[in-house]
């Protein structure tokens, strides 16, 4: 069992920074390639972000390429999601979530991931 929980969310003006964190506990983090994922409101969950197990290896969404950044730290068993420019259709609760992969790979898919987080808010005011 992983255990994952979330911090950082909460109300933003648009166009600022704010950081997701995710802790990890229960097993090696280093042997899970870690995801983001968003759901609004009466919308489905949504790829937003994944990172490989090393951290080397990483792959954004569309929508938010260039603004949205995933990174890793295994010695914390720690996975952020750095988001900046942020835009009232940011608003969502956000997920991390872990997969059990091979070293380089990615996964996209929600039902790609075994462990899942609570949840956090994150709300854009425009």
């Known amino acids: 069992q992983v255990q994952l929980v979330e911090s950082g969310g909460g109300l933003v003006q648009a166009g600022g920074p704010l950081r997701l964190s995710c802790a990890a506990s229960?097993?090696?983090?280093?042997?899970?390639?870690m995801g983001w994922f968003r759901q609004a409101p009466g919308t489905e969950r949504e790829f937003v972000a994944a990172?490989?197990?090393?951290?080397?290896?990483?792959y954004h969404a569309d929508s938010v390429k260039g603004r949205f950044t995933i990174s890793r730290e295994n010695a914390k068993n720690t996975v952020y999601r750095q988001m900046n420019s942020l835009k009232p259709e940011d608003t969502a609760d956000y997920y991390c979530?872990?997969?059990?992969?091979?070293?380089?790979?990615?996964?996209?898919?929600?039902?790609?991931?075994?462990?899942w987080g609570q949840g956090t808010q994150v709300t854009v005011s425009s």
């Open positions: 990172i490989t197990r090393s951290g080397v290896g990483r």
């Open positions: 979530a872990a997969a059990t992969t091979r070293p380089t790979e990615l996964r996209f898919g929600a039902r790609c991931y075994e462990y």
């Open positions: 229960g097993r090696t983090f280093s042997n899970y390639a």
